[in-house]
């Protein structure tokens, strides 16, 4: 209706897709767990950035979506926060091997911050977060995989010989989130992801985010995601 209209042109945000939910204003409009609620103030967020006004109702609906923004915006709590709820919506959450939640991002940099991030949201629930990206022993990653997770972050190369030496299975994985997926393609991940994701079946939720959206992210977003949603937040390149 006008009012949302009005709500993202003043946002900047552009939205297409199929009956896209209204962005919030607050996260309290989240409808988040207490434990959860407690863990964004903590962080010191107050109310939700941009691009997270319109992905969290998007996401939380349960609707694939692709996110374009630039850097800082606050894309990581935008998949990080409905992932939580996702992993607390399972019924017996305690049964069955292999991580729920996966996250692909192009660097051990990168994975890393949203490991940490991640960590800080899981928490209050027990949750349990494992990183795996290269430059850190394959063995000790190997037997954290073992012990069992509830999200893995990953960096692609390093997750591929993990499920290739079968310490992890994705029997269990609905909800995936390919992050800067720009940068894992200038990095040469295409196969990588195709295969990780070729290993996840195929009625999960899928969650891309990019800074850019060249054409052969396009057409790898077209291929994995269901009737996505889309949201771009201010000018985007190609
Ligand atoms: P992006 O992935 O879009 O580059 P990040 O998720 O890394 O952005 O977030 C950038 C910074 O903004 C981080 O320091 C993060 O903690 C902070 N941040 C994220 N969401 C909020 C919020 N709602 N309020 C305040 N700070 C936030
Ligand atoms: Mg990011």
New binding site residues.
């Given amino acids: 209706d006008q009012d949302v209209t009005e709500y993202q042109k003043s946002l900047a945000i552009r939205v297409s897709g199929f009956d896209v939910p209204k962005p919030i204003k607050l996260f309290e409009d989240c409808g988040f767990p207490t434990a959860l609620m407690g863990a964004i103030t903590k962080?010191?967020?107050?109310?939700?950035?941009t691009?997270?006004c319109q992905a969290l109702p998007i996401v939380l609906s349960g609707i694939d979506i692709i996110g374009i923004?630039?850097?800082?915006?606050?894309?990581?709590?935008a998949f990080v926060l409905p992932m939580i709820v996702h992993i607390l919506d399972q019924p017996e959450l305690d049964k069955g091997e292999g991580p729920i939640g996966v996250i692909c991002a192009p660097t051990r940099e990168l994975a890393h911050?949203i490991f940490l991030?991640t960590k800080k949201f899981a928490k209050p629930y027990g949750i349990c977060v494992a990183a795996v990206y290269g430059g850190v022993s394959k063995l000790d990653q190997f037997k954290e995989l073992k012990a069992g997770c509830e999200i893995v972050v990953a960096t692609p190369g390093r997750l591929i010989d993990l499920l290739k030496m079968k310490a992890v299975t994705m029997v269990r994985a609905t909800y995936l989130v390919l992050?800067e997926a720009d940068r894992m393609f200038d990095l040469g991940f295409e196969p990588q992801i195709r295969s990780i994701v070729g290993q996840i079946r195929p009625d999960r939720q899928t969650l891309l985010?990019s800074a850019t959206m060249p054409y052969k992210v396009e057409r790898l977003a077209r291929e994995i995601l269901s009737d996505p949603s889309r949201v771009t937040v201010g000018e985007v390149g190609m």
């Fill in positions: 962080q010191g967020y107050e109310k939700p950035t691009i997270q923004a630039k850097t800082g915006s606050g894309k990581t709590a911050q991030e992050d985010f």
